[in-house]
T-cell receptor, first 115, second 110 residues
Framework: KAGVTQTPRYLIKTRGQQVTLSCSPISGHRSVSWYQQTPGQGLQFLFE???????NKGNFPGRFSGRQFSNSRSEMNVSTLELGDSALYLC??????????????FGPGTRLTVL | GESVGLHLPTLSVQEGDNSIINCAYS??????FIWYKQESGKGPQFIID?????DKRQGQRVTVLLNKTVKHLSLQIAATQPGDSAVYFC?????????FGKGTMLLVSP
């Protein structure tokens, strides 16, 4: 069974631009969560989608948004990029029907660099 | 490879030693805990989990211990191998989301 895939793997943008990252979960998984990883803050939860609905949201500004499609694939979007948005963005999927308490499996991440 | 964290606590061991990585979690109401391993340039990889109604769980070469009294979690790796070198994160469920610790870097010397 294929793992979680994320595209693109690397991305370079400039301040003020917007970016869309994509995540394909493991087949059969309906929950997709997004995380931001930086050296200073570690792994921080962005949001979780289940059945095309945002079920949980972390403490990030509204510039960070996401969506989930009927096939469980998910995208996240960051608008008006800032230098501090440079990070590794990780997607994780699980079967979970009751929240992210089932095992989450991570993709390799998208490395975003904002210049 | 890509760095997953700077200024992380580091545990250096020799190949064949047993390793113990510790984690203090924040909320006494957390009911599910996971240990992840992250190698350079990769996403976190699930190692082992434990629910709050248990105090010990064993896997292949790994054991997780949970002490709810002091809100402490530990990961024990038996016969550590160079391939175990990575950053290890504990995570707790808190308000229906997973909250990760800062991580510990494990360095295994041949």
């Amino acid at each position: 069974k294929a793992g979680v895939t994320q595209t693109p793997r690397y991305l370079i943008k400039t301040r003020g631009q917007q970016v869309t990252l994509s995540c394909s979960p493991i087949s059969g998984h309906r929950s997709v969560s997004w995380y931001q990883q930086t050296p200073g803050q570690g792994l921080q939860f962005l949001f979780e989608y289940f059945s095309e609905t945002q079920r949980n949201k972390g403490n990030f500004p509204g510039r960070f948004s996401g969506r989930q499609f009927s096939n469980s694939r998910s995208e996240m979007n960051v608008s008006t990029l800032e230098l501090g948005d440079s990070a590794l963005y990780l997607c994780a999927s699980s079967f979970s029907t009751s929240g992210p308490t089932d095992t989450q499996y991570f993709g390799p991440g998208t490395r975003l660099t904002v210049l | 490879g890509e760095s997953v964290g700077l200024h992380l606590p580091t545990l250096s061991v020799q190949e064949g030693d047993n390793s113990i990585i510790n984690c203090a979690y924040s909320n006494s109401a957390s009911d599910y805990f996971i240990w992840y391993k992250q190698e350079s340039g990769k996403g976190p990889q699930f190692i082992i989990d434990i629910r709050s109604n248990m105090d010990k769980r064993q896997g292949q070469r790994v054991t997780v211990l949970l002490n709810k009294t002091v809100k402490h979690l530990s990961l024990q790796i038996a016969a550590t191998q160079p391939g175990d070198s990575a950053v290890y994160f504990c995570a707790e469920t808190l308000y229906s989301t997973l909250t990760f610790g800062k991580g510990t870097m494990l360095l295994v010397s041949p």
